[in-house]
C-alpha cells in the first residue's frame, strides 16, 4: 500500500464489507487466486542444453590441455577454443540485456559475480601456491586461469546500458577488439580477452528469440553440422601454423610478432569464423527437455570446480603415463570431461558449495528503499 492509497480514503469512511475483522482473510484470499492465475516464469530448456554441453566442451578443452604435444590434442584444443567461450559469452549477452542500474539487479551483479571472483581467485592462488610450487600471490586484479570470465562478465554487464543506446554497437564493439590488439594493454582485468571477446557480448545484446528459432530451421541445422565438421578439418590442416595465442585472445599483435594490418585482418578472421562455429554449435542444441537441461542451470557450478581436478592431475604429473601420448589417450581424456561435468553440477554439490558460487549475502546490504 502507498502513500497515495492511504491518503485517498476518508478518515471517517464508514464499515463495508470490505472492511472489520474479516477484511485480511478475504484479501488474503484474493491473493491467493491471483497468485494462481498469474503465469510461472519457466526456463527455456534451449538455453540450459545449451550451457550443459558448452560447459562440457570447456572442460573437455582444459583437460587435453597439458597433452597438446601430440597432433590430436592440439588439433582438437585449437578447434574448441575457436568457439567454446564465445558461445557462453554471447548467452551472457542475451540474458544481460535487461540489465539495468537498478537496485536489485546491481545486487545480484555482486552475489553472482563480484563475491564468486573473489573467492575462486583466492582459491585458485592459494591450490596454486600449495600443490603447485609458485609463489604465494593473490592478486585480484589479475585473474589466474579461467576467473578471468568472471572479471570480463562483470565488466560487459556493466556496460549493458551504453551499448543499448547506440545505433550500431556490433560494428563499434568490432572496432574497440580490433583496436585492442594494436597495442600491448596491462593484464590487469585481462583488457585484452575482455576487449577482445567484447563483440560476442554485444552480439548476444542484440540478439532475440527469433534468431535462435532460425537456428532451429532444418537447413540450418543441416548447414550447421557441415560447418562444424569443416571446422575439425581446417583446424587439423592449420594448428601447426597457428599459435594457440590467437585463440586465447590475451595479447596484441607486437607479442604475437605480427604487423597491425596482419594482426587486424587476423582478428577480424577470428571474430568471424568463431561467430560461425557458435552459430553452428547453438544450431545443434536440442531445444526440447533432455536428461542434461537440469544440470545446465548449475554451469557455473562445473566451470568454477572442474579447475582443481584439471590442475591436481597436472601437479601430480598423471599425464606422464605413456599410455596417453596417442589419440586413444587423448580421446579418454577428453571424454572423461563429461563425467566430471555430470558431478560437478549433482545438486548434493551445489547445495555444498553454495554459499560460494551462489552466495547469499541479504545480510550485507541495505534493506531495500520502497516508494
Known sequence: MTAQDITARPATAPPTAATGPTAQPAQEAREARQARRRPVKTRDPFFDNAKFLAIVLVVMGHAIEPMRGTREAHALYLFVYMFHMPVFIIVTGYFSRTFTFSTGKARKLITNIAVPYVIFETAYSVFRWAGGGKDFEISLLAPVW???????????????????????????????????????????????????????????????????????????????????????????????????????????????????LTGTAMRLGMLAASLLLSAAFLALVPARATWFTGLGAATLYAYLLHGFPVKLAGYEHWYGADWLQGPAGVAAVAALGVPLTIVLTQPAVRKRLRWAVEPRLSWAFRPLRRS
Not at 597495442?183 to 548476444?204: A, D, K, Q, Y
Not at 537456428?215 to 597457428?242: S, Y
Open 146 to 260: 579461467l576467473t578471468w570470465f568472471l572479471m570480463a562478465a562483470f565488466f560487459w554487464r556493466l556496460s549493458t546500458p551504453v551499448w543499448q543506446q547506440l545505433r550500431w554497437p556490433i560494428s563499434i564493439a568490432i572496432l574497440i577488439a580490433l583496436l585492442s590488439g594494436m597495442n600491448e594493454l596491462p593484464s590487469t582485468f585481462e583488457m585484452h580477452r575482455t576487449l577482445g571477446l567484447l563483440p560476442f557480448f554485444v552480439v548476444g545484446l542484440a540478439l532475440e528469440p527469433k534468431h535462435f528459432a532460425l537456428l532451429r530451421r532444418p537447413a540450418c541445422r543441416l548447414a550447421a553440422g557441415a560447418v562444424l565438421a569443416g571446422g575439425v578439418v581446417v583446424a587439423f590442416a592449420a594448428h601447426r601454423h597457428m599459435s594457440i595465442e590467437w585463440a586465447y585472445w590475451r595479447h596484441g599483435n607486437d607479442y604475437l610478432g605480427v604487423s597491425e
